[in-house]
Structure formats: structure tokens, C-alpha cells
């Protein structure tokens, strides 16, 4: 049954996507996890809310993507013992966001194939749910983390390898369990949570019109995505309509943000698979994109450029005309190096099958952004809901089907090529006007949604205010949620040594994860 069969009382969000809110019941919370799945959807979100402060009780809250826009969807649970119907057999992917419900809010999962704690590595107070509204305890029970129950593979010659949580490097703690036979990799399982930072908690401390800040500050290599998206949330639960310049002008800078990553992806694969020169190369090219950015907005990665309402700044035509031709010179050295990759046969021998997920795979476990379109999985909120100033833009989507890291690899030029061609487009067709609206909060209980495609995959945000104008929940989704578990199916038959390389052809986020 289609999904606005099951609910027809869905209330339109006004947002420039299109995007809608139901109330459902236990019976219509799976059935519509089943319909979504069947009309071929997608989970975006999954999230617990504490609605005690408006009379009700807790609720468990989903995000579903379909072909007509997102569905909303809230399930009213219990005040004294709140639990959820399962989901995680229809949407695999939904296991650890369930798990994460839990920890956070205290809302059981009636049926889970996994219940073990995913944020709470066991130095939390006991029964502290951050996301209640009950007064926030101080101190730890415990001074060392529980032991966490790992799968554990058995038979002749099989062992473990850990790696993690800390890492030889400047990156974010995660622990990495390999059961191996010689160098082939049979399981992988991970635990993350290390970074948590009770960012979704802080967002109630603070002013509607000042949280942007911290939304931006959520994921750094995707500050523009997730400031456009909470903007968009605030905008949406407001009923602020910003300026033609400003959407276009979000654009631009998003679309700066997408070419900067890949760059930097490019140049780390290269480097992974033996190739010093690309990563000097890329590194350069990077550098040089950061530093007009910096020039520009002042900010290096465009950090607190997207505001309510619009934007902080317009750039000057002087300063298009910088971003213009360093879009053409770019263009030309990634079409230079693009060959390089392409024609070095020690760099094609580690990238070709190495970390292979089939189109069938992808869509079975609900693999997202780029690393799904280089899996078949042609998803890309810019050309499927396309919102202004991208329903002007025509924007043509890279879309592969071998799933390995030179599929990964293929896709991050496609979407430079592409995001260069927006780039100048957006400077060229920059409308007049001006770049902020006013936002006028409201003085009723009032939830809006943000859904943006940020260069890893879509980014969602849903947020709650009460007739204060106080933010009551706010709830940040960054797609690494989806993708994390796909690695682990993406390393088996693979050796250890390629591990490095394909998860860096993810470039999955630790930060956006553990909130």
C-alpha cells in the first residue's frame, strides 16, 4: 500500500523541498517502513524526542525519502516505559540509529536484533539518558569503559586483529575488530561513539537564531551542508521564505565545499595506493581552493557564511570573477591528473575490486551519497527534489555500478567537473536583491525539517520549538549513519593492507556520527 494511502493525514512543512508530517500508530509505524521499502525509499533519520515539556510523552521519530519528497513520521510512545517497534529487518541500517535511540533518550527497540549499548561505552551514570529532560547528573560511575561483546568468528587458522580506538594519525577514535585467515579479512565489526559530545543536548541551551553556529560546527569538512540545513529547519518551522540571492549564493558556497573534499580525497587515495605525486598534487590544488575561500568569506571552509535567513556576505563581482577563473584553472590541472590516475597502472591495480559493494548490496543495506551512486544507488537530492536555485541548474548526477574504489574514485571527478560547471553557473546568474530575510520566531510550539545534499550524502535536520521560541530538540543526520555499517561488508575477501585505502574512499565521519 502506498505510503499516503496508509497515512492521508500528512501536514506539508514549509520548506523549499517538499517535505511532510504524520502522526502514526505502533500497527502503521512498521507498515510504514514496509511501504517505503517497497516503493523503493530510503531511511534518512531515525531519532527519539522527549515531548514531556508539551504535555505528551516520548516519542520515536523517522525520516523516509521517497519520489514525492520526505515523510515525517511520529510515533507516540509511552511516558513511564516508551519502546519502539523494530524496523532494523526492513532497513538494516536503522539497527545502530535505534541503538543510538536508547542510549540517548532511553526509548527500548521491541524486537531488536541488537541491543547493546552504541554511545554508551558504560561511563555514564546509570540510567542517564542525555536527552531526557530530567536534570543532567554530574560524575561517572566508572573510570574504564565496559567491555564491549564483539561477534566472534571461530574455526582453523582464523584470528583478530584490533585496530583502534586510537589511531596513528590526526584522525577521530574508532575501533576496528578484524577476524582474518592469513591477510583475508572474513568479518569486520566496529565500534564508534568515542567522540560523543552531547552536541544534540547543547542545542537546547542555546538561542534559535545563534544555533547555526554549532550546527555548522557539527561536521567541519561539511559546515556549509549542515548550516544550510539547520537554517533551513529554523527557516521551515518560521515560515521564513529567504531571497532568491541568498539560495544561490548557499549554493555557491555548498558546491565550494563538495570540490574542496574531493580534492582532498583524491589526493589521500593516491597517496594510499603508492602514489605520492597525487597527493602533492591535489594537496596544492586544495590549498589554493581554501585560500580564496578564505579570501573571500573570511573562513577557510565558509564557517558561519549561512546564517538565518539567508547569508553573512555577498561576494563582490570582483570576487566572483576569483572564484570564476580558479573554477577554469582547476578544472583544467583535475582533467590533467584525471588522466594520470586513470592511465597509472600500479594506482588502477589497487583501486580496481578493491572494496567492492554490488548495486544489490547497496540498495539492501541503504548505502548514500557518493559512495552509493558509485554502487548504483543514483540518489542525489539535487536533481530527485530539486530545490532553487538547483531546479535552474540542471544538475546531471555521476552514477557507476562497479562499487569498488576506482567506482568511488570516478564518481569524486565526475562531481568536481560538475560542481565547477554549478560554480560558474551560480556566479554568472547571481540574482540582485538582497542576501537576508528577517526570521520571526514563532510564538507557538512550531518543528521544521532541513534536507540537503552535503558532498558525503544527504544531511538532515529536524527541530523542535516550544511557544517560547525555545529549541526543545534538535536532531542532526549525517549519512555516514548509513554508510559505516556498509564498510564492513565492503572489506570481506579484501586483505587487511587495503583497508587504509577503502575506507578512505568512504571518508566516512566520526564527528557527524557521534553526536
Not at 574504564?144 to 583502534?164: N, Q, S
Not at 511557544?467 to 542532526?476: D, F, L, N, V
Request: proline share 6%.
Amino acid at each position: 500500500m502506498p505510503l499516503r494511502d496508509l497515512i492521508p493525514d500528512f501536514q506539508a512543512l514549509p520548506a523549499p523541498l517538499p517535505m511532510r508530517r504524520a502522526s502514526v500508530s505502533r500497527e502503521q509505524w512498521r507498515a510504514a517502513a514496509l511501504a517505503v521499502a517497497a516503493a523503493g525509499g530510503r531511511l534518512v533519520a531515525l531519532w527519539g524526542s522527549d515531548r514531556r515539556w508539551a504535555g505528551a510523552g516520548f516519542a520515536a521519530c523517522a525520516a523516509y525519502a521517497l519520489v514525492d519528497g520526505l515523510a515525517w513520521l511520529d510515533l507516540a510512545l509511552d511516558r513511564e516505559a516508551p519502546s519502539a517497534p523494530d524496523i532494523g529487518a526492513v532497513f538494516p541500517c536503522a539497527v545502530r540509529m535505534q541503538r543510538a535511540m536508547t542510549d540517548l533518550v532511553g526509548i527500548e527497540i521491541a524486537g531488536a536484533s541488537d541491543a547493546r549499548p552504541w554511545l554508551d561505552h558504560g561511563l555514564w551514570p546509570g540510567g542517564f539518558r542525555p536527552l531526557r529532560d530530567e536534570t543532567v547528573p554530574r560524575g561517572d560511575d566508572h573510570d574504564l569503559p565496559a567491555p564491549y561483546d564483539f561477534v566472534r568468528v571461530e574455526g582453523d587458522g582464523v584470528h583478530e586483529i584490533a585496530v583502534g580506538p586510537v589511531h596513528a594519525g590526526i584522525i577521530e577514535p574508532g575501533h576496528f575488530r578484524f577476524s582474518v585467515v592469513g591477510e583475508k579479512v572474513l568479518r569486520l565489526e566496529e565500534r564508534l561513539g568515542y567522540t560523543h559530545k552531547g552536541i544534540e543536548r547543547r542545542f537546547r541551551e542555546l538561542a534559535p537564531l545563534d544555533a547555526h553556529r554549532l550546527a555548522g560546527r557539527v561536521a567541519a569538512d561539511t559546515t556549509v551542508a549542515f548550516a544550510w540545513a539547520w537554517c533551513m529547519a529554523l527557516e521551515s518551522a518560521c515560515g521564513c521564505e529567504i531571497p532568491p540571492a541568498a539560495r544561490w549564493l548557499r549554493a555557491l558556497m555548498l558546491e565550494r565545499e563538495r570540490v574542496a573534499n574531493h580534492l582532498g580525497d583524491l589526493g589521500a587515495l593516491g597517496n594510499d595506493a603508492g602514489l605520492a605525486f597525487g597527493l602533492a598534487q591535489f594537496s596544492r590544488l586544495r590549498e589554493q581552493w581554501l585560500r580564496l575561500s578564505m579570501d573571500v568569506w573570511g573562513h577557510r571552509f565558509m564557517m558561519d557564511g549561512v546564517v538565518p535567513g539567508g547569508v553573512a556576505l555577498r561576494p563582490d563581482a570582483a570576487a566572483l570573477g576569483r572564484i570564476r577563473a580558479q573554477c577554469d584553472a582547476v578544472g583544467r590541472e583535475v582533467a590533467e591528473l584525471r588522466a594520470i590516475y586513470d592511465e597509472h597502472a600500479g594506482l588502477q591495480d589497487r583501486f580496481v575490486g578493491a572494496g567492492r559493494v554490488t548495486p544489490q548490496l547497496a540498495a539492501q543495506l541503504g548505502l548514500a551519497g557518493l559512495a552509493g551512486r558509485a554502487s548504483g544507488q543514483a540518489a542525489d537530492l539535487r536533481c530527485d527534489q530539486p530545490w532553487s536555485p538547483y531546479d535552474a541548474l540542471d544538475v546531471a548526477t555521476s552514477a557507476r555500478r562497479e562499487g569498488d574504489v576506482a567506482a568511488r574514485v570516478a564518481v569524486r571527478f565526475d562531481e568536481i567537473f560538475e560542481s565547477l560547471r554549478l560554480i560558474r553557473a551560480l556566479c554568472d546568474g547571481l540574482p540582485s536583491g538582497p542576501e537576508r530575510a528577517p526570521v520571526q520566531l514563532p510564538a507557538h510550539d512550531a518543528a521544521g525539517a532541513g534536507w540537503v545534499e552535503g558532498w558525503r550524502g544527504e544531511v538532515f535536520v529536524a527541530l523542535e520549538l516550544d511557544a517560547g521560541a525555545r529549541i526543545r530538540r534538535c536532531h542532526c543526520h549525517d549519512p555516514s549513519w548509513q554508510n559505516w555499517p556498509v564498510l564492513e561488508h565492503a572489506i570481506i575477501g579484501n586483505i587487511v593492507p587495503d583497508f587504509p585505502l577503502i575506507n578512505k574512499s568512504f571518508n566516512l565521519c566520526y564527528s557527524g556520527h557521534d553526536l
